[in-house]
């Protein structure tokens, strides 16, 4: 059985989109540069820095550092849009959202 309660939300803040944003973007892209970066530490060829590889421990930081650049560059990006496009829908009818409350 689901718990879900709707909630109607005339507008959401743009902090509170760009903090979903950029929590969802973190999960998936430091995971991929941590892997990334392992894999380049054991020889493969996965991480660049200025065109020239790096391996080794080295790789393993740059990577890391690699996918917390792309979470950044990410969210800025696609929580303007996201942002902008939630402020439109706003405009002509209210946000329909099921949570589950916190116990």
Do not use: N
Not at 38 to 66: C, D, K, N, R, Y
Not at 72 to 94: H, I, N, Q
């Amino acid at each position: 059985m689901t718990d879900y309660t709707e909630i109607c939300l005339q507008r959401l803040s743009p902090g509170s989109i760009y903090k979903l944003v950029f929590i969802g973007l973190m999960s998936a892209m430091l995971p991929l540069g941590l892997l990334m970066g392992l894999m380049a530490w054991v020889g493969f060829e996965t991480v660049h820095w200025q065109g020239v590889p790096v391996s080794g421990p080295g790789g393993v930081v740059v990577g890391v550092l690699a996918g917390l650049w792309v979470a950044l560059a990410f969210t800025a990006v696609m929580g303007s849009l996201m942002a902008l496009g939630l402020w439109l829908y706003a405009r002509f009818k209210p946000l329909h959202l099921r949570i589950r409350p916190q116990a």
